[in-house]
């Protein structure tokens, strides 16, 4: 049974199930596929239940909007107190006040639920978290507690170190949700955040532990590194394990979507042991040889999903990724590229993807030019 941590006077499971990420009946065009398969779906979610995780994650626009509805109807047939049910407010996607109103009472429709037990800001930066102080967002949610809408109030993070100590300070946060793995401890301050998100008494959730399944798909060299010293654990383990190795951190949400990634994930965080500090150094070692790469950061979210001419682009960046780090030859990556129906050259450099890329990765430049360039 999955380990748990202490919150107020509740407990978590230090694993919480990411629904971005579900089984899909057409897997290759995941990026923009509403088509979620209810049935594999289900059985995650009552192998997620069994093993004792009691939290689940959602937002409005996961799955093309179809996450909200999958994850409530999947989870109604157990009672409503023993499980965690956590979403987001997208504030980019209300051009007036009042639209905050409309999308709160749209997820409830959607998911079946009277409340949230956890719910948050979605993706804050600076902008997003200007409009939310215009909008008075914070209150909004504040007088959701008050109503027993909301039972915790927090954000998710995509912005700079001066901005989370801005919104650090402006109210008071139930919690609050980072990206944190160990190639981003460095590269994206994740460790800063952890720390001042730990100085102020706000417990940590994790997304992107494995950074969109990179880090359990690495190079030959870094799998042999791992495997001198646990032979018998996964490489994804390691990065579940490093972010577990953390104490405020309260859960960590994997987009587990086979029931092999879900038992390998239970197992490393069943009777969990924190890490040595050499086992730190390795994870440290393996961030600075995946840094020589020429690996682009994208995590597979698909937040840059709708793009205007369809072009499926974390396909695309996952292609050549794979060439780059050398799980594939450069024809397998090729042949990956040829079979994205949509791809680099219908680009019309816009912009709106680059826009919603919470790693702020200059899409369009990428796609006219590296990634054009390799394809040609």
Known sequence: ????????????????????????????????????????????????????????????????????KFIGTALKKYPRESYKLA????????????????????????????????????SLNKDNFDKCEKFGAYDFLLKKKQDGR????????????????RIVAAHKWDFAQIQMNYLDWKNQNAKEQYEILTQAGIPVIVMEPVRGGKLAEVSPDIERMFKATHPNESVASWAIKFVASHPNVLTILSGMNSAEQMLDNVKSLTDFKSFSEREYKICENAAAMMNKSEVIPCTGCDYCSDCPKGVKISSIFAAYN?????????????????????????????GKCASHCPQDIKIPNLLKGKISEYFV
């Open 87 to 122: 979403d987001k407010l997208p504030i980019w996607m209300c051009p007036k006040k009042s639209d905050m109103e409309r999308i709160f009472q749209k997820q409830l429709d959607r998911t079946g639920h009277e409340y949230f037990d956890f719910y948050l800001l979605h």
């Open 150 to 165: 909301v039972k915790n109030i927090g954000f998710s993070f995509h912005g700079t170190i001066d901005d989370l100590k």
């Open 1 to 68: 049974m999955i380990d748990k941590r202490k919150f107020k006077d509740e407990e978590i499971s230090l694993l919480g199930l990411g629904t971005m990420r579900l089984p899909c009946k057409t897997p290759l065009k995941r990026e923009a596929n509403p088509l979620i398969n209810y049935e594999k779906g289900q059985k995650l979610v009552d192998m997620a239940y069994e093993n004792g995780i009691n939290y689940f994650d959602t937002a409005f626009m996961y799955h093309a909007g179809k996450s909200e």
């Open 322 to 350: 794979k060439a780059k780090s050398k799980e594939i030859t450069e024809d397998e990556a090729r042949s990956l590229y040829n079979q994205i129906d949509i791809n680099a050259s219908a680009c019309v450099e816009c």
